[in-house]
């Protein structure tokens, strides 16, 4: 069985400036990262395959230059990477890119079955949260988002119990393979690539796939196959600042103001 982690090169940053004109991000002249949420995807297809020999395959959509991503999946212990790269795949949105996800995963469970996927719970730029749940539905996988812990898998009754992190609470649920797992930050602590790892991956070649070898229709990929765009990019303002209290004030006296305040304003629920 073969586990695919889904793995987004992102600008490494927060501070990216918007294109006033097209309203895109500039790319130029930024560094870019593993989105960090794939970090933590790509450690848990790694502790897996540590205790049941699985093979990992990282794969990426996205232009020549995330080869380097790639290349760090495999510094850390993935046994196959895959580029998705094309001129046809740009300006994809969040299901032109699940469109292509989804293909190449159903050529790579032709070759060996893909019994789990892993995903980032959301891109750091993007931040959608969408291209996971848009794979499983295409693939028709169970799809468990927002997991914090797998806490038993079983993969000779192809059966995950996992937790997931919800707001205020944790749920905890099973599913049969195949499933697409999005995970959280809090579900592993990722590992740092060791020195003969990382000059192995600077020598090996990434594998790359463009639609010659999908054979997907351009008009489902790709700017033609994205029917939503971004109209507009903005920073929220931020209102003025407040202080509450007066310089006498004792820590205690400004804590209950602080308090109150925020329970005033609906901010706060005790
Ligand atoms: C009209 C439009 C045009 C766009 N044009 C571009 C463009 O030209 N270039 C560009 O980079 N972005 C472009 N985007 C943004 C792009 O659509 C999203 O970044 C992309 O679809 C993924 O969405 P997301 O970042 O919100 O991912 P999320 O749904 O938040 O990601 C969740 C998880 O899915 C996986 N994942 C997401 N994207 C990828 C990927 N590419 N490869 C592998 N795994 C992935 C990761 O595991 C990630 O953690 C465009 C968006 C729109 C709406």
Redesign the pocket.
């Known amino acids: 069985m073969q586990i695919v982690a889904?793995?987004?090169q992102v600008p490494d940053t927060t501070q990216v400036q918007i294109d006033p004109v097209t309203n895109?991000l500039i790319r130029e002249g930024i560094p870019f990262i593993m989105?960090p949420?794939?970090t933590h995807?790509l450690e848990e297809a790694l502790r897996i395959k540590d205790r049941f020999g699985c093979s990992v395959t990282a794969?990426?959509?996205?232009p020549p230059n995330a080869e380097a991503t790639l290349k760090k999946a495999l510094a850390l212990g993935a046994d196959r990477v895959v580029l998705l790269s094309d001129r046809c795949f740009?300006?994809?949105?969040?299901l032109a890119?699940s469109n292509v996800?989804t293909e190449a995963i159903r050529a790579l469970s032709r070759e060996d079955e893909v019994g789990i996927i892993i995903?980032?719970?959301?891109?750091i730029?993007?931040?959608?949260?969408?291209?996971?749940p848009g794979i499983a539905t295409r693939l028709h996988y169970t799809q468990l988002t927002l997991v914090d812990r797998v806490i038993d898998l079983d993969l000779g009754q192809r059966r995950v119990r996992v937790s997931r992190k919800l707001e205020g609470r944790h749920e905890i649920v099973e599913s049969p393979l195949p499933v697409l797992l999005?995970v959280v930050r809090e579900l592993n602590r990722p590992r740092y690539p060791t020195v003969p790892m990382r000059l192995a991956a600077a020598d090996a070649t990434v594998e790359v796939w463009n639609n010659q070898v999908l054979k997907l229709d351009e008009t489902t990929i790709g700017l033609k196959g994205?029917p939503?765009?971004?109209s507009k990019i903005f920073s929220p303002q931020r209102d003025k600042g407040e202080f509450i209290g007066e310089a006498s004030s004792t820590s205690d006296e400004t804590a209950q103001l602080l308090i109150d305040k925020l329970l005033s304003k609906d901010l706060l629920s005790i």
Do not use: E, P, R
Request: aromatic content about 6%; proline content about 0%.
């Open positions: 889904c793995i987004k895109t989105n949420y794939d995807a794969i990426s959509m996205g740009g300006g994809a949105d969040t890119t996800l995903c980032g719970k959301q891109t730029d993007g931040d959608t949260a969408q291209v996971g999005t994205s939503t765009w971004v």
